[in-house]
């Protein structure tokens, strides 16, 4: 008798459950997939932390009041992930940086004794191809029909690609060249794009069904022949280390 009731009490209980998903209540989200994804799509922003070690920005260090961490720029990158094996995944990817530094001349003021100022501005844009290896499986298959993904996925990776800059210095200069040091308003800058190569690592750590959020380091090694106008410099240095964080959805 007391497992009929028992079973009639389920049974009653279960009712009004049917009855509210009849009645055009959503269902709930159930906490798997139905397949193992095809891929993600991320976005992320940045913080690049440059070398800047070339003579090119120790001559402007030296000369213009820019510190150590003046070409450290914010940014914004994006990856379209597609895999290809269980931990493995193709990865092409876009990164944009940018920085302006104002500064003056250290040694020098114009004849009213101001300071003679010029703004100096970083732009890179990275197009990367990448390989990417999870470190622990990204998600467990319980049924033909079932797909559960892991709340936490370490992942290590390196690819290549190709890199644009734009060096720029806008404002007044002191020609040093000239007998009385004349100052003169010009905008000088060099561009152009180079071969890059890049190693990273990050976790993904998942906050719903498809959506994680996504911590990143990563290290990006390039340099690049500058134009006539820093005629006798070395290739300028572009390498840095990039930490980010963002989102990365599964499809």
């Known amino acids: 008798m007391t497992r009929t009731w028992l079973a009639l009490l389920l049974v009653l209980a279960a009712v009004p ?10 269902r709930p989200t159930p906490d798997f997939l139905f397949a193992e994804p095809r891929g993600s799509l991320g976005i992320r922003g940045s913080w690049t932390f440059a ?3 070339s003579d090119l920005f120790d001559f402007v260090r030296t000369h213009l009041t820019v510190d150590r961490r003046a070409f450290d720029a914010p940014g914004i990158a994006t990856d379209l992930a597609i895999a290809v094996a269980p ?3 193709v990865v092409g990817g876009f990164e944009y940086n940018q920085r302006s530094t104002p500064s003056e001349y250290r040694a020098f003021v114009d004849n009213n004794r101001r300071p003679i100022e010029q703004t100096t501005r970083l732009r890179t844009a990275n197009l990367s191809g990448s390989v990417r290896l999870a470190l ?6 319980v049924s033909r029909l079932a797909w559960i993904p892991s709340r936490v996925t370490p992942y290590a990776g390196a690819g290549g690609g190709m890199l644009w800059y734009q060096f720029t210095q806008a404002g007044d200069f ?13 905008i000088i800058g060099s561009k152009g794009w180079t071969p890059s190569a890049h190693a990273f690592g990050g976790v993904d750590v998942r906050v719903q069904r498809r959506m994680f959020v996504t911590l990143e380091g990563r290290y990006l090694w390039a340099a690049a022949e500058l134009q006539r106008r820093f005629e006798g410099f070395d290739p300028i240095d572009l390498a840095g280390l990039r930490v980010s964080a963002g989102i990365n959805v599964l499809f």
């Open 17 to 26: 459950a049917s009855a509210q998903v009849a009645g055009g209540a959503p």
């Open 136 to 141: 622990a499986p990204r998600g467990t298959a």
């Open 174 to 186: 002191v020609d040093v060249r000239s007998a009385n040091l004349a100052v003169f308003t010009d």
């Open 87 to 89: 931990r493995v995944e």
């Open 51 to 53: 070398r800047a070690g």
